[in-house]
């Protein structure tokens, strides 16, 4: 199913698909990065750094070696954004009509776009410094500058929520905006009242949860496509994640470019994946 072995695996990945209930997969595409390219090296980074962290998460009491998990490896290498997203959109389907949860890594953020269009009736939550809101980019519709976009078409944009914003063009203010939370009344009032007013207001119940890893600032998460000053804190973002908590259905995380990082941004994303996976299994049992 076009697949690739990533020769390295995800730790504690262990579980065969059919036995998993969280499949692990990478998308290693960056073909439309605008400012500095390296994201589809991001997967096998990310899979390397996650040795670095204890099975144990002693904050929610979950050994992940419990729990059951599969790395199906890498998307292959694919030409076109057109040709990414319509096998990356056959596999996720596959993942959720098997009532498994998808923990993808980017790859540039386009691949989220088919992940999200491989289910219904959810909403979306990304946490980014851009609002990705463009109908099209140097001529692109599945452009890294159009997520937010393409995603509203699918899930609707009143079920949109972008949080951690602090980049938005003259072009994206003009149309009918998702809901966004800006970086900087998240300083003035706090992450954590921030995210709570906000997901308030999300009507559906199953959230699928997009990370691209520039949401964060860049002293933490320095390797990155397009570095924005003024971020979210990794803890702020740890925070987030448990009071989406049950509602989670899917996760992703994307933007990490390894040529520029010192191993920071992939053992951040990493860890944020691991995050995910015991705040959702939590939830579960
Ligand atoms: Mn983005
Ligand atoms: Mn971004």
Redesign the pocket.
């Known amino acids: 199913m076009n697949m690739v072995s990533p020769g390295i695996y995800f730790a504690d990945a262990n579980a065969s698909f059919d036995d998993a209930k969280f499949i692990i997969c990478g998308v290693p595409f960056d073909r439309t990065t605008s400012y500095r390219a390296g994201a589809r090296m991001a997967p096998n980074a990310i899979r390397q750094a996650s040795y670095n962290f204890e099975t144990y998460l002693f904050e929610h009491d979950i050994d992940l070696s419990d729990v059951p998990m599969n790395d199906m490896g890498n998307v292959e290498e694919c030409g076109s954004s057109e040709e990414m997203v319509d096998t990356v959109r056959g596999i996720v389907k596959k993942i959720v009509k098997a009532d498994k949860f998808p923990v993808f890594m980017g790859g540039e953020?386009t691949t989220t776009i088919p992940i999200v269009e491989a289910f219904d009736d959810i909403a979306v939550i990304s946490i980014?410094?851009?609002l990705?809101y463009r109908e099209s980019y140097l001529g692109m519709k599945y452009s890294h500058a159009c997520v937010t976009r393409r995603i509203a078409e699918h899930v609707g944009v009143e079920n949109v929520l972008v949080f951690g914003v602090r980049s938005i063009s003259a072009e994206e203010k003009s149309d009918k905006m998702p809901q966004y939370v800006d970086a900087f009344t998240i300083c003035e009032i706090g992450a954590e009242r921030a995210f709570e007013k906000a997901l308030g207001t999300v009507r559906k119940k199953r959230i699928f949860l997009t990370l691209?890893i520039?949401?964060i600032d860049p002293a933490f998460a320095p390797g990155t496509g397009?570095p924005?000053p003024f971020g979210l804190s990794p803890m702020e973002v740890k925070k987030c994640i448990s009071m989406i908590g049950g509602r989670l259905v899917g996760f992703d995380v994307t933007?990490v470019s390894p040529p520029y990082d010192e191993g920071n941004t992939a053992a951040l994303a990493a860890r944020m994946m691991r995050e995910v996976i015991a705040v959702a299994w939590k939830n579960m049992k």
Do not use: I, L, M
């Open positions: 953020h980014d410094a851009h990705d691209d520039d949401g397009t924005e933007e």
